[in-house]
Antibody, heavy 122, light 110 residues
């Protein structure tokens, strides 16, 4: 069974940093592109970032470019996002999601984690 | 990376059909056959219902269908059921390996 389990969320002050993790199991993690998607409380989904299967290529939404860094450790089956210079508007549940295709870019996600809440507040 | 435009809410009675629109631009929806639709129940993670404009993943009811015309994608749910009540989001490829979501549509089954 495919499982994605996020962790690392919490309360952080504006300007602070946080690293989220997403532990993957039940599939060949190194074969899939992975994404981060966030959802502010009571708001819609927003795509944040993606990384290819071997970690050599990344993309970001304009709103986080230069502040967030996505990475992965295929030996540990874990996806990360390092979030720096956090702002109040980064407050959201952060989901990791798996691309639908193995071995190539996928614009759709077939499995999601349960999400981890990040709150940016003084 | 402007959000795609969806109606805030739609409603229908059990057994009826409804359609949710998703309006983009020639840089996203209209330029690629890569629109997905997600269903999200309160407090739950999203679930893919349609991908690549009109493909249905295994296990998704054939009451769900996707289509596209120009810069507008649509999700149609036929034979509405109570369990279809949820939020629905469209998502499109927007070039350079980036994606853009719609603002979401709340579906109420009357």
């Amino acid at each position: 069974e495919v499982q994605l389990v996020e962790s690392g969320g919490g309360l952080v002050q504006p300007g602070g940093s946080l690293r989220l993790s997403c532990a993957a199991s039940g599939f060949t993690f190194r074969s899939y592109w992975m994404h981060w998607v966030r959802q502010a409380p009571g708001k819609g989904l927003v795509w944040v970032s993606r990384i290819n299967s071997d970690g050599s290529s990344t993309s970001y939404a304009d709103s986080v470019k230069g502040r967030f860094t996505i990475s992965r450790d295929n030996a540990k089956n874990t996806l990360y996002v390092q979030m720096n210079s956090l702002r109040a508007e980064d407050t959201a549940v952060y989901y990791c999601a798996r691309g639908i295709y193995s071995g190539s870019y996928s614009s759709s996600f077939d499995h999601w984690g349960q999400g981890t809440l990040v709150t940016v507040s003084p | 990376q402007s959000a795609l435009t969806q109606p805030a809410s739609v409603s229908g009675s059990p057994g009826q059909s409804i359609t949710i629109s998703c309006i983009g631009t020639s840089s996203d929806v209209g330029n690629y056959n890569l629109v997905s639709w997600y269903q999200q129940h309160p407090g739950k993670a999203p679930k893919v219902m349609i991908y690549e404009d009109s493909k249905r993943p295994a296990g998704v009811s054939n009451r769900f269908s996707g289509s596209k015309s120009g810069n507008t994608a649509s999700l149609t749910i036929s034979g509405l059921q109570a369990e279809d009540e949820a939020d629905y989001y469209c998502c499109s490829y927007a070039g350079s390996s980036t994606l853009v979501f719609g603002g979401g549509t709340k579906l109420t089954v009357l």
